[in-house]
């Protein structure tokens, strides 16, 4: 659909729940949440367009947040449904808030975890922090890099997960050696690596395209840790109007995996208003 082929894992009945994932991650992001969802929902979990796919039917273009969330909205369509509860974290949250942007008579609710969208705040991102001040987000520019970062990386998609997870993680058994390998062969090919560097170089576009949105209406929860809350906070109060704040204190980002429990009540208790 949309001129690519998406993977997705479903389970579950009733009212349609896609959830949509970060980088560099899967749908198996959403492992722990899933049968929690599923009990109550018709639950999707969807791998972004260039994942979960074979290298010689990744897409050479059509990244922006804008069009991966038609994707999802040609997907919905072709599940038999009009409408959906749409869940998306870092990068899946940059197009799920696409998504209610562009499709909001498709958006029953809409939950955002720990990343809204790219705005005119990412070019003001420093490269080099000054000791003690933050994680230097280093991947947001080497992404952006064409033709290097899957020279770099091409069989040794373990090497960066390892490093990410090893390093942003409070209990490290959150993500175990076995999740990180479902994520490193995801991104072990360089055509798997490149797809994936095509969602950071959209974001010139995206924040283009953000300017032409009106506010999100649609109810939204929005779940962040505290290195991240006043700035999800920050820039929803500019862009939503009916928003509610949930703090994640056991993570540091990956709030699905760090705390599911907390995660997951929030949800269906947001879901089922």
């Given at each position: 659909m949309n001129g690519t082929r998406l993977h997705y894992v479903e389970?579950?009945?009733?009212?349609?729940?896609?959830?949509?994932?970060?980088?560099?991650?899967?749908?198996?992001?959403?492992?722990?949440?899933?049968?929690?969802?599923?009990?109550?929902?018709?639950?999707v979990a969807v791998d972004h367009?260039?994942?979960?796919?074979?290298?010689?039917?990744?897409?050479?273009?059509?990244?922006?947040?804008?069009?991966?969330?038609?994707?999802?909205?040609?997907?919905?369509?072709?599940?038999?449904?009009?409408?959906?509860?749409?869940?998306g974290h870092d990068l899946g949250a940059m197009v799920a808030y696409s998504f209610a942007a562009n499709y909001p008579e498709a958006t029953r609710r809409l939950a955002l975890l720990d990343v809204v969208h790219p705005d005119e705040s990412y070019y003001d991102r420093p490269m080099l922090r000054r000791p003690r001040t933050g994680f230097n987000m280093w991947w947001?520019?080497?992404?952006?890099?064409?033709?290097?970062p899957e020279k770099v990386f091409a069989g040794h998609g373990w090497d960066l997960i390892d490093w990410l997870y090893s390093n942003s993680l409070k209990d490290p058994e959150s993500v175990t050696a076995f999740d990180r390998a479902v994520y490193a062969?995801?991104?072990?090919?360089?055509?798997?690596?490149?797809?994936?560097?095509?969602?950071?170089?959209?974001?010139?576009?995206?924040?283009?395209?953000?300017?032409?949105?009106?506010?999100?209406?649609?109810?939204?929860?929005?779940?962040?840790?505290?290195?991240?809350?006043?700035?999800?906070?920050?820039?929803l109060s500019h862009i939503a109007t009916d928003v509610r704040m949930v703090r994640v204190d056991k993570s540091m980002h990956w709030l699905a995996e760090d705390d599911p429990e907390l995660v997951s009540r929030e949800l269906l208790g947001f879901l089922a208003q």
């Open positions: 389970g579950g009945t009733g009212d349609l729940v896609v959830l949509l994932h970060g980088w560099p991650e899967t749908w198996w992001a959403f492992r722990k949440l899933m049968p929690q969802l599923a009990e109550h929902y018709k639950v367009r260039g994942i979960g796919i074979p290298d010689e039917l990744k897409p050479s273009d059509g990244f922006t947040k804008k069009n991966m969330a038609r994707d999802v909205h040609e997907l919905i369509r072709s599940l038999g449904y009009e409408s959906a509860h749409i869940v947001m520019a080497f992404n952006q890099v064409q033709g290097l062969r995801a991104y072990d090919t360089a055509e798997g690596i490149r797809a994936a560097n095509g969602w950071y170089q959209a974001y010139h576009q995206d924040i283009e395209d953000l300017k032409t949105y009106d506010k999100v209406s649609v109810p939204l929860l929005a779940l962040a840790a505290p290195t991240q809350y006043d700035q999800v906070e920050e820039q």
